[in-house]
């Protein structure tokens, strides 16, 4: 159980398009998702936390005008980077935890490799 | 905000040596600090987690301990085996009641970590 599935699994795109990202929680209704992004060899840097049916809350440092989050399902959040510019190119992880659960858990999709040409 | 600092960045043991990594963070409230394996371009991968309640957990070959006091916590890795080679996240958060819903995760800068035949 808690699978979490994330959709493309790698993209290339041009410089000045938009890319959306899915991400699902197969088994489990999600209260909350997390949206990290990863550099080569760095860590997981979150970028913001989506609750169902109400807006994202953007970490410091993070355009919510660029990287726009829709988490419109219990099962379903959505990424996208509007206006890709080659430095947004990353590895995009989405992550959701369980309603009710104690431990705070949270469970990893696996990953979207995003690379803007 | 929390801040998780984690030391070593890379670590190479011979197979069959314990492999010890270490975090220390900075906020009195966090109270869950799982630890993460990742291999390259893959999911983080949780492998042992603890809550503040407790000072030592094992599983295995795999220990974590956590002196609350110090705010430090620690990842013990014994008879190393080259699949343990990967790169090690070490993680903390608090509790959703704390900050309103969201059970954010703070990691660790990583530790890559390489067994030797």
Redesign the interface.
């Known amino acids: 159980g808690a699978v979490v599935s994330q959709h493309p699994s790698r993209v290339i795109c041009k410089s000045g398009t938009s890319v959306k990202i899915e991400c699902r929680s197969l088994d489990f209704q999600a209260?909350?998702m997390?949206w990290y992004r990863q550099f080569p060899k760095?860590?997981?840097?979150?970028m913001a936390?989506s609750?169902e049916g109400s807006k994202a809350?953007y970490e410091q440092g993070v355009e919510k005008d660029k990287f726009l989050i829709n988490h419109a399902s219990l099962t379903l959040s959505t990424l996208t980077v509007t206006s890709a510019h080659p430095e947004d190119s990353s590895?995009y992880?989405c992550?959701a935890?369980l309603r009710g659960d104690p431990?705070?858990?949270?469970f990893?999709?696996?990953?979207t490799?995003l690379t803007v040409l | 905000g929390e801040n998780v600092e984690q030391h070593p960045s890379t670590l190479s043991v011979q197979e069959g040596d314990s492999a010890v990594i270490k975090c220390t963070y900075s906020d009195s409230a966090s109270n869950?600090f799982?630890w993460y394996k990742q291999e390259l371009?893959?999911?983080?991968?949780?492998i042992i987690?603890i809550?503040s309640n407790v000072g030592e957990k094992k599983d295995q070959r795999i220990a974590v301990t956590l002196n609350k006091t110090a705010k430090h916590f620690s990842l013990h890795i014994t008879e190393t085996q080259p699949e343990d080679s990967a790169v090690y996240?070490c993680a903390a958060?608090?509790?959703?009641m704390l900050t309103g819903?969201?059970?954010?995760?703070?990691?660790?800068?990583?530790t890559q970590l390489k067994v030797e035949l």
Do not use: A, C, H, V
């Not at chain 1, 990893?108 to 990953?111: A, E, K, T």
């Not at chain 2, 819903?101 to 990583?110: R, S, V």
């Open positions: 209260t909350t997390f760095q860590s997981l840097m979150l936390t609750n809350t590895f992880i992550s935890s431990r705070n858990e949270q990893f999709g696996p990953g490799r | 869950y799982p371009g893959k999911r983080p991968q949780l987690d809550r996240f958060s608090m509790s959703p819903g969201g059970n954010k995760l703070t990691f660790g800068t990583g």
